[in-house]
């Protein structure tokens, strides 16, 4: 089969003479123990609430050891085949934060297959960072088969302490430059259309080079700029991440926000002219999470944020204007009972960064990491904010957070189109 | 994030922000005081930074370089100066790694009298091979062509005591005329194009090329036939490298012009020669109406064409295509020294035509990148750099780029006095106060100001592809132009006055709307149906994206 940007080996007449009307995308690496429950939640979803229709599953594989490729097969069922593809083994640089190497050509000859398959509906699941529901098949496909919509984003419900990256910066970010709300835009679980299937193959980042880490957010992104209809779908709570999770902070900044600043710069003619936001339809109920009062002591954050302040301050200066540096002052001054991170603050320093990614001020990587104390900070302020909250709430103040991302939006773009070095 | 190259728009020249150079003139890296191709891939970062998004290189090709190199020796080669064709290529690469085109020149009318087709010509019998150039027994034929170089040239015929003929030469006696009613020449100029074509070049600008066929009876520009040719060639382009670009240098008025991009099967651009001095003389009389009347003759073009625009080039600010009155005018407004003059223009850089007034430099290049068309910025002009009036032909518009304070600009290492020319030296352009160093170190100056309109410009297609309206408000120092392309609206507003100005604009097709100032992203009082009010500062500009209220 001819795959661009990836070392696929699903069989040509397999998939030649095959159509199919679901496909369920599985991507792994080394995920022996997890795969096998995930095709079986997958297929029992398939069975038990979506009904006719037929279905094939598409599993890309990024080079495993452990059998996965095996185990998938096992747990797969005659009413709906496995096709396994393989992209090539990962370089040593290859691995992004959450340890899934060559993510993009994963993606890629996924949505490669469905297309020959003439899927109408194309569902996403990553085994290594969660084992799906059942539920959640026909959660992310119905919208799609009978709703009308081209991509179904996952909307899980969070603790007050989970997800302070998405929270922070993802979401108000993706939602003032792009004016979707799509709250958790980088999830690896998603469903899309043919439609939007074709028009992703035919995007031009797919070899870009924050590709691996950055491809999920492209994708959430390429579908609200273009004609495409999006929503959100109640996947519940959100289960703990099978895989291992990353633990360096600076690290997942660099990764993460570096592929919303590297979109930034892909889309400039999208984003300068949204103005405001509006909300996509939500499908299926939220349930309520249990409160959890924050048990972790916030004193490590704060501490680690005034030693950025003392060490990396030097740095800041290259992207944030003095008045932004007297108000960190101001912070790392202060005391923890009173640690508060103001709104628009905290939007003008991500916007700055920004800003700073884009004018290559010093080393991306380098300007990236030094924003993990500031994140530290802001979480900390965020937490003691919305520690012991309930869930509406916490979504309350994160809706405060937007609209401060949205106001300030302004001051991104006046500073983008008329940039000034400040050393 | 790096795009692969040839995935691209094929109209991609709509949206190009073209940067001129001779490499000669920009960075010298071996130390031989002449620029090179070395020198020119290590400068690429700052070509990048600048924005400039298409490189169009002068000629670089072995040659005698009576005529800066647009004599040419041999079309398939690099002059040994500036290195070999294999630092080319590793130039070529790097520009393209760095999402940047590139042009070259293609010079189609004439080779040198160096170049092994003329030393062959000349001795050959009759037949084919003299036959590539242009040959008579006498100097009568022809007589309907002008001289061009009226300066240095007193007929378009030269005896060749070898060839006993005469030979015919638009340009300088050493630059022999092709015969392009040889078809071997024909082959020979296509097999050159591929040459090019297939060491990745992006396009070529072709050099004189209304003059390209002579035919008894006429002027000798801008034929039928010449026509054909250039059809042909673009054909050819076309079946062999689709997203290539030909840009045609016709000094001709606008009609003329007109013709080089047919119906979209010629050239993909022409420079717009009428409206560059216009420009100038609207500045220098503070009223709009030159460049209203240049831009309302400029006739509509094909599609898939544009024009390029430029305030100043390698040449003479050209004042062929202006009337006897406007040319005296441009004389005595521009060039009071007379070493300024050369042939029909005015060989001087922009800082110096305009005195060096850092609001004018502004207000023209505001111009040049909000006019329809896409706009040449000469190398050097980002920075104000100055001129040479003592420098012969045109070569003091040709100096070294001006890279830091330091011995030679830090163009080169060489002894200065082995520099192809010298350095700008006096006190209000020489290099040790207008150089790339010191404004790179100021944040308030022309070369950060110039970056950020290229920056501002690219973010807009408009301004590349969009239709221009001119507004007619009474206060004729006030130039006001409205540009269109799909859902943009840009409103421009240009004082050509050294005074404040007020200006009351009928916007009333646009009530309803807010104008947000680009620049600064300002939102300015939403437009009603009263004139809409404006003062304008001394040389001041303002381009304002017409928004919908915010709900």
Known sequence: MASTGSNSSVREPEVAAARTDIALVLTSYNDARTIGPAVRAMRDGLSRHVGSGSARFILVDAGSTDGTEDAARAAAAPSAPIDVARVGPPGLADIPYHGYPRRAAALRTALETAARLQAKACVFVDPGLLVPDAAWTERLLSPVLSGGFDYVSPYYVRRANEGALTRGIVYPMFRALYGVRLRQPAGHEFACSRQLVAYYLEQDFWE??????????????????????????????????????????????????????????????????????????????????????????????????????????????????????VELRKLADGGAEAFRFDDRLWATIVYDFALGYTMRVMPRDHLLRSLAPIYSGWAASFLLQVGGATTVAVEDRVEQICRAFEAEKRYLISRWRWPERLR | ????????????????????????????????????????????????????????????????????????????????????????????????????????????????????????????????????????????????????????????????????????????????????????????????????????????????????????????????????????????????????????????????????????????????????????????????????????????????????????????????????????????????????????????????????????????????????????????????????????????????????????????????ARLYSPVIMDPVYGYQAVNVEAQENDTSSLLHWMRN???????????????????????????AYVRRYRDDIIFCVANLSKWVQPVELDLSAFAGLVPVEMLGYTEFPPIGSAPYFLTLGPYGFYWFELQRPRA
């Open chain 1, 208 to 325: 870009f080079d924050q590709a691996d880490a950055g491809v999920d957010l492209w994708l959430a992104t390429a579908a609200a700029c273009g004609p495409f209809r999006a929503c959100e779908t109640a996947l519940g709570v959100r289960p703990p991440p099978s895989r291992d999770a990353p633990t360096d902070l600076g690290t997942t900044l660099a990764q993460v926000v570096g592929a919303l600043y590297a979109d930034l710069e892909h889309r400039v003619d999208v984003w300068q002219r949204v103005r405001g936001s509006v909300a996509v339809p939500l499908v299926g109920a939220v349930p309520t999470a249990e409160v959890e009062p924050v048990s972790a002591s916030l004193e490590p954050l704060i501490e680690s944020f005034r030693l950025g302040y003392r060490e990396l301050r030097e740095i800041w200066t290259w992207v944030l204007p003095p008045r932004t540096i």
């Open chain 2, 1 to 416: 994030m790096r795009r692969p190259r040839g995935t691209g728009d094929p109209l991609w020249y709509k949206d190009a922000i073209i940067y001129e150079l001779p490499v000669k003139s920009f960075f010298d890296a071996n130390g031989d005081g002449i620029g090179d191709f070395q020198g020119l891939y290590e400068k690429l970062d700052y070509l990048e930074s600048l924005g400039v998004t298409c490189l169009w290189l002068l000629p670089f090709f072995p040659s005698p370089l009576k005529d800066d190199g647009y004599d040419i020796a041999d079309y398939l080669g690099v002059h040994p100066s500036y290195g070999t064709l294999e630092d080319f290529k590793r130039f070529l690469h790097a520009a393209h790694e760095r999402q940047m085109r590139v042009i070259i020149e293609l010079v189609l009318n004439h080779t040198s009298d160096q170049h092994p087709w003329f030393r062959r010509a000349r001795e050959a019998p009759p037949g084919p091979l003299r036959d590539y150039y242009v040959w008579s027994e006498t100097d009568e034929k022809y007589k309907g062509a002008r001289v061009i170089f009226v300066d240095t040239e007193r007929s378009n015929w030269t005896w060749d005591p070898v060839a006993h003929a005469y030979y015919w030469h638009r340009f300088f006696q050493h630059q022999p005329d092709l015969n392009y009613d040889n078809p071997a020449v024909v082959r020979e100029m296509l097999g050159v194009l591929d040459f090019w074509i297939d060491l990745g070049v992006d396009g070529f600008r072709l050099d004189a090329v209304p003059y390209l066929i002579e035919r008894d009876g006429t002027s000798c520009e801008n034929l039928p036939e010449t026509h054909a040719l250039i059809r042909r060639i673009r054909r050819h382009i076309d079946e062999r490298a689709p997203e290539r670009m030909l840009l045609a240098e016709a000094n001709q008025p606008p009609a003329e012009v007109r013709a080089y991009f047919g119906e979209g099967d010629e050239c993909h651009m022409a420079f717009h020669f009428p409206v560059m001095p216009r420009i100038f003389m609207a500045l220098h009389l503070e009223d709009r109406q030159p460049i209203v009347e240049a831009m309302e003759r400029t006739p509509p073009i094909p599609e898939s064409c544009q024009w390029a625009l430029f305030l100043r080039n390698h040449d003479e600010l050209t004042l062929e295509m202006v009337s006897d009155d406007e040319r005296d005018y441009m004389y005595l407004a521009y060039s009071m020294d007379p070493q300024a003059r050369l042939n029909a223009g005015i060989r001087r850089r922009l800082a110096p035509l305009v005195g060096n007034n850092r609001r004018r430099i502004e207000l023209l290049n505001s111009l040049l990148f909000s006019f329809p068309g896409t706009p040449i910025v000469y190398y050097g002009d980002e920075i104000g750099m100055g001129d040479n009036l003592y420098l012969g032909d045109r070569n003091g518009v040709r100096t070294p780029m001006q890279w830091t304070g330091d011995r030679n600009a830090g163009f080169s290492r060489a002894n200065p």
């Open chain 2, 453 to 479: 309109m290229i920056r501002m410009r690219k973010l807009f297609k408009v301004f590349g592809r969009g239709t221009i309206e001119f507004l007619s408000p009474p206060n004729r120092r006030v130039l």
